[in-house]
């Protein structure tokens, strides 16, 4: 009876041991990589946060060179970086893989998404120019609107004259 039950005991002590070795293991990886903004414009500024990474390191992607990452200063488990989307990036998802000192490396699949660049200037289009089409279309507004103009007025001379 005694054996049975220090034999009890002891599988629920190793039971406990092997359910709880995951859970050490995971303090050794870095964890948790958050890119914000999520979706971000060529030539942007994106901060990335890395959980577990203590002595910083660095992040790279397709989307922008390698960057630093530094330790947070109020959070020991914690580093942070920023890095400058390049305007040359295509629009898509991207990756980012993080290394940090003394720690395996670690990519998070699809961590933001670059959309194409606006630019500044008369109407922020990202096109070359109107074309002839756009300038037909707008001329023809134009006219119409002072010729729908002018009916109104000389209808309200009229009107007066009444």
Request: with cysteine; proline share 6%.
């Amino acid at each position: 009876m005694r054996s049975t039950r220090a034999l009890a005991v002891s599988v629920t002590a190793v039971a406990a041991l092997g359910l709880a070795a995951p859970q050490a293991a995971a303090w050794d990886t870095s964890s948790n990589i958050v890119a914000t903004p999520s979706v971000i414009a060529r030539g942007g500024q994106l901060t990335v946060t890395v959980d577990g990474c203590p002595k910083g390191g660095t992040m790279t992607s397709n989307a922008f060179p390698q960057a630093n990452l530094s330790p947070i200063n109020n959070h020991s488990e914690t580093s942070k970086g920023t890095a400058t989307v390049n305007s040359s990036a295509t629009p898509g998802s991207y990756d980012i893989t993080v290394r940090c000192f003394g720690k395996p490396p670690l990519t998070k699949t699809g961590a933001f998404t670059v959309i194409g660049g606006v630019r500044g200037g008369l109407g922020g289009s990202s096109s070359t120019g109107a074309t002839p089409t756009d300038v037909a279309i707008g001329g023809g507004l134009v006219g119409l609107a002072l010729v729908g103009g002018g009916v109104f007025w000389m209808r309200r001379r009229s009107e007066s004259k009444i």
